[in-house]
């Protein structure tokens, strides 16, 4: 038995966060692209942000403007449909970055305007800066880690999602298979009994 078309075409997207935006790719249960097909960028409640559209290997990128959930879903167009989830967690680590430096910028004014209403000594002001400095790179580079980890297992979780969607598909094959195979048996043991039955009818 041959699956139908809406089977063996099955849509299916993937995405992940890279810093301030949501990478990702639309393709069909076999790996084979889907190319130039509407990728809406929805909110954790489903409210529509924005819609753009697939490359020729079926990739997107999208800037978003906060760290929340987002739900990414691809139209093929001829009704099927596939999603993906964005955590907020996944993006927190760029706008924490966004926010630091922020605050950094903010802490850098008040030191100054401290300095010139209480006037602390240079050695003073030394250790302040040191251990803010501290704080920053220790910050930093937690980030940076993070950032480069999530990099290098976006494609290991890609193949992984696109492998289970193809075992999947086997599973499913494999399942009907199995009921035609049990029809065909069902079927032809029915006309084994009516050529036995008849064979007894004609000797009688």
Do not use: N
Request: include cysteine; charge should be negative; glycine fraction near 12%.
């Amino acid at each position: 038995m041959l699956a139908s078309p809406s089977v063996a075409h099955r849509l299916q997207v993937f995405a992940a966060a890279d810093g301030a935006a949501i990478e990702g790719r639309a393709y069909f249960v076999g790996g084979h692209p889907a190319r130039d097909i509407a990728i809406q960028v929805l909110d954790g409640e489903g409210e529509p942000i924005t819609e753009l559209r697939s490359d020729a290997e079926g990739r997107f990128r999208v800037d978003v403007s906060a760290a929340r959930d987002y739900r990414i879903v691809a139209h093929s167009g001829d009704g099927h449909r596939a999603e993906w989830p964005i955590s907020a967690a996944e993006l927190a680590g760029a706008f924490d970055e966004r926010a630091a430096s922020g605050a950094d910028g903010t802490g850098s004014d008040s030191r100054a305007e401290s300095a010139q209403a209480v006037g602390p000594s240079a050695q003073e002001l030394v250790c302040i800066e040191g251990a803010e400095l501290d704080r920053a790179l220790s910050a930093a580079i937690e980030r940076s880690v993070e950032q480069a980890v999530a990099r290098q297992l976006r494609p290991l979780r890609e193949a992984l999602a696109e492998a289970q969607a193809q075992v999947a598909l086997r599973d499913l094959l494999g399942g009907l298979g199995y009921i035609a195979g049990l029809a065909g048996l069902g079927l032809w043991w029915t006309r084994r009994r009516k050529t036995s039955g008849a064979g007894d009818t004609d000797a009688r």
